[in-house]
T-cell receptor, first 114, second 111 residues
Framework: ETGVTQTPRHLVMGMTNKKSLKCEQH?????MYWYKQSAKKPLELMFV???????ENNSVPSRFSPECPNSSHLFLHLHTLQPEDSALYLC?????????????FGPGTRLTVT | DQQVKQNSPSLSVQEGRISILNCDYT??????FLWYKKYPAEGPTFLIS?????DKNEDGRFTVFLNKSAKHLSLHIVPSQPGDSAVYFC??????????FGTGTRLTIIP
């Protein structure tokens, strides 16, 4: 498989649930990103990892917890979410953080919080 | 405060005609601009980019124009084809840093 993959593609969860989103890139990139896309809003950068180290956290609530065990995998752990967290969550990767404008995106996980 | 703005949420164009998508930005530090295309149920895919040292970049049917004094860029698609129907995002970067995206314009090509 090539490119950036994300699982699951769709997720419905209650506010008390704990779930995780997974992203995997097969491009040999060293930087990975989580974005949130809400309706009628720009893509919002949530987290940036470079060489498995978190280099940016854009004031994201602690109910979102990222994990990057290696340069190919990125997780977003979710717990006690709110309905307003319902959105499309996109993962992306780039060769390195210094060339973060050349990003390749996965298909996203459509999250619905009930 | 949105630093990258796409003021037209949607645009409809007849097949074969020119599609023009517009984008404005406020941050004068931006030096690299990109257009991404997104189909439903897929992630955004890179389409074309331009550096601030240029005012035009062309790739087949797609041309991006940059007007630095007006802090404005546009994407021209000619001729427009039904497969061009998608949401187009404008994005900008400063010194190779993180991307700042616009809200997107949904382009519909009418056969």
């Amino acid at each position: 498989e090539t490119g950036v993959t994300q699982t699951p593609r769709h997720l419905v969860m209650g506010m008390t649930n704990k779930k995780s989103l997974k992203c995997e890139q097969h491009l040999g990139h060293n930087a990975m990103y989580w974005y949130k896309q809400s309706a009628k809003k720009p893509l919002e950068l949530m987290f940036v990892y470079s060489l498995e180290e978190r280099v940016e956290n854009n004031s994201v609530p602690s109910r979102f917890s990222p994990e990057c065990p290696n340069s190919s995998h990125l997780f977003l752990h979710l717990h006690t979410l709110q309905p307003e967290d319902s959105a499309l969550y996109l993962c992306a990767s780039s060769v390195g953080q210094g060339k973060s404008y050349e990003q390749y995106f996965g298909p996203g996980t459509r999250l619905t919080v009930t | 405060d949105q630093q990258v703005k796409q003021n037209s949420p949607s645009l409809s164009v007849q097949e074969g005609r020119i599609s023009i998508l517009n984008c404005d930005y406020t941050n004068s530090m931006f030096d690299y601009f990109l257009w991404y295309k997104k189909y439903p149920a897929e992630g955004p895919t890179f389409l074309i980019s331009i550096s601030s040292i240029k005012d035009k970049n062309e790739d087949g049917r797609f041309t991006v124009f940059l007007n630095k004094s007006a802090k404005h860029l546009s994407l021209h698609i000619v001729p427009s084809q039904p497969g061009d129907s998608a949401v187009y995002f404008c994005a900008a970067s400063a010194e190779g840093g993180k991307l700042t995206f616009g809200t997107g314009t949904r382009l519909t090509i009418i056969p």
